[in-house]
């Protein structure tokens, strides 16, 4: 694949809402400095890769788009990925970026494909799965039926990766904070 010159990536960004326009910016930032890695596809069979940059550590991996309704993530992602890919200097230690964890759920809102979306757009057809269905939400165990792929394209992701730093990027709707540690302190 060709590069894509870092001015056309981001006039692409400011318009990539669709999991198709993601999909498709990942591929152009991964054909310089870095790779994708393919971890599964979707339900519907859409493609889920993570890019990834440099190497060592420390090891950061950055989710996007984990919630169907939450664009903000995958334009962070995006925009870290173009910084990274467009500096001057490599990036320290390894960075894996998955900009949007449900792409069949981010489909579902035809907010994404307008060209100036409003709010008044995003609340008129908001669309979110049930709890259990975000991929984030459902870890297998003895009572569970097995994971979703996109929840074991993610653990596939953490098992590889064994990061350092792990980010979730979400929205928020009304305010809080999630923190989950690894560490007891």
């Known amino acids: 694949m060709t590069p894509i010159h870092p001015q056309h990536i981001t006039r ?3 318009h990539a809402r669709t999991p198709e326009e993601t999909s498709a910016l990942l591929n152009a930032l991964a054909a310089s400095p870095g790779h994708l890695m393919t971890l599964g596809t ?8 993570a ?3 440099g190497s060592g550590a420390p090891r950061t991996v950055v989710i996007g788009g984990a919630h169907a309704n939450e ?4 334009a962070a992602v995006l925009t870290l990925a173009l910084h990274l890919t467009d500096s001057p200097h490599h990036p320290t230690g390894t960075w894996y970026l998955m900009p949007c964890l449900d792409p069949d759920g981010a489909a579902r809102n035809p907010w994404r494909r307008l060209p100036s979306p409003t709010l008044a757009d995003y609340h008129a ?3 979110r799965p049930a709890r259990a269905a975000h991929p984030e939400a459902l870890l297998p165990t003895d009572s569970e039926p097995a994971p979703l792929p996109e929840t074991a394209a993610l653990q596939r992701l953490l ?19 999630f923190t989950i540690t690894t560490d007891p302190d």
Do not use: C, I
């Open 12 to 14: 692409a960004l400011q």
């Open 42 to 49: 979707t339900t519907a069979g859409r493609p889920l890769d």
């Open 159 to 177: 098992d590889t990766a064994r990061p350092h730093t792990l980010l979730t990027l979400h929205n928020s709707d009304t305010g809080g904070v």
């Open 51 to 53: 890019l990834v940059l």
């Open 71 to 74: 664009p903000a993530g995958t």
């Open 125 to 127: 057809a908001f669309w």
